[in-house]
């Protein structure tokens, strides 16, 4: 089992910055997958951009160039840095952490981006 602890979301102006943090604690195995996905009332669950273990990387389209994501493996945590945010980036966004056999989702926190 695998517990995810998301925190950083809030409100923030148009052109802001937050940075989200998701720390995994548990059976957590080596080879793993750590990522965010955002989701709005009424639509699916989307991914945001997501670092593997090995360190690869993919981002969504509409966050290239401002969203940044990064993963501290000792502490089991990723992160999130997200620059020039847009009232469309607004959403609950999910910390997700997958292993070869499992998934596993954050309870989701909040950013709201105000025009």
């Known amino acids: 089992q695998v517990q995810l602890v998301e925190s950083g979301g809030g409100l923030v102006q148009a052109g802001g910055s937050l940075r989200l943090s998701c720390a995994a604690s548990g059976s957590i195995s080596k080879i793993n997958v750590m990522g965010w996905y955002r989701q709005n009332p009424g639509k699916q669950r989307d991914l945001v951009a997501f670092i593997t273990s090995g360190g690869n990387i993919n981002y969504a389209d509409s966050v290239k160039g401002r969203f940044t994501i990064s993963r501290d493996n000792d502490k089991n945590t990723v992160y999130l840095q997200m620059n020039s945010l847009k009232p469309e980036d607004t959403s609950v966004y999910y910390c997700?952490?997958?292993?070869?056999?499992?998934?596993?989702w954050g309870q989701g926190t909040q950013v709201t981006v105000s025009s």
């Open positions: 997700n952490f997958r292993s070869l056999t499992n998934n596993y």
